[in-house]
């Protein structure tokens, strides 16, 4: 079985400039940080700190635990540095495994090609040493293997999170389409909202903002809700530690937080308010939540520190620009009319609509939304 307790690299991805947040989470846990890239961060830790990672990172994706890495050409090298691994340590004869990669190398063209190769080189290992195999295939809900070869060096983790962290399992209804909970959390963190302070979400969506600020406000694991990670389909799992694990992070958070500092969220469109307050019971956080259906001019904005976040269409398809500059004129007029003492918040694909705000950015705050490149506008309401 796996020695849970060994340390090695821990490589956690996450979106396109989401990097500094994530690096940030990792540091107030007392994590060194090793290298930053572009959509990720490596640290050092053993599977038992990947246990943690997994269900208290807000702005990661995957948790990597890295296994070995080796020099390989070609696909030849590839099943032979495979091989090497004791893999009847880690996955169950009788279990199920899936492969995941990234493939930057001459000699092979598609990532299909080098899933198959690792598949086959660990049942092969696995059989030759336990006289059976396990099952494969494309279930991210089992054991799963990442593979990233770039080159002549390959490396090859246990991903420990399977499916994406980032989804929290608290989204039961999407009336729209939603901020992904990874960006929302980043948004949060990226603007100067503090918990204890007020944040205001005008034109909220299915709430997903406003639901992040709250489990930050309570201190609250991301990962509290979902039931499944790759980590406990890894052989040598400890059920008794994972529940002391989450059984003390339930400990350390808030039942709720200061009366003075509230979380508004508003929608013009009914279902999407319905759709919201589902998902934030879904979260345990809608008794915190102050939901509303009302035009964004008329949402409340209570006296004291707090910043407003709107997160507005970006008009993709032709023609929409034209029909959105209003609104987003509209947005800076609420701004300086109604917001002052704040700190206010537009996060936009769109650079030409951004400008119809009329305001002076204190900061312009690099994101993407999937392929979309996005800025959080920052501006200070004096």
Known sequence: MANFSLSSTISITCPKGITPYLKKELEELGFPINKTRPAGVETQGSLYDCMKLNLVLRTAHRVHFLLDTFRAENADDLT??????????????????????????????????????????????????????????????????????????????????????????????????SMQETLAASVVLASKWKPGQHLINPMCGSGTIAIEAALMALNRPAGQLRPNYGIKHILGFDEEKWTELRNDLKQDSLKDFPNYSRILATDNDPKAIEAAKKNAKTAGVDHLIEFDVCEFIDTEIPY?????????????????????????????????????????????????????????????????NSTIECRLLEYELY
């Open 304 to 368: 004291g520190d707090g910043v407003v976040i709107f997160n507005p269409p970006y008009g993709e398809r032709l023609g929409e620009d034209e029909n959105l500059s209003g609104l987003y004129r509209a947005i800076g007029d609420f701004f300086k009319q109604d917001c002052s003492g704040k700190w206010g918040y537009v996060f936009t694909g769109n650079f030409a609509l951004a400008k119809q705000v009329g305001l002076r950015t204190n900061q312009r705050i690099e994101f993407y």
């Open 80 to 177: 032979a540095g495979l091989k090497k691994i004791a893999w009847e340590n880690f996955i169950d004869k009788h279990g199920y495994v899936s492969i995941t990669s990234f493939i930057r190398n001459q000699t092979i063209n598609n990532n299909q090609f080098a899933n198959l190769t690792v598949k086959d080189a660990i049942v092969d290992r696995i059989r030759m040493t336990r006289g059976t195999r396990p099952d494969s295939g494309a279930d991210l809900t089992k054991t799963v293997v990442f593979l990233f070869w770039k080159g002549d060096e390959a490396s090859v983790y246990l991903d420990t999170s399977g499916e994406s962290i980032s989804r929290r399992n608290y989204k039961v209804d999407n009336h729209t389409a």
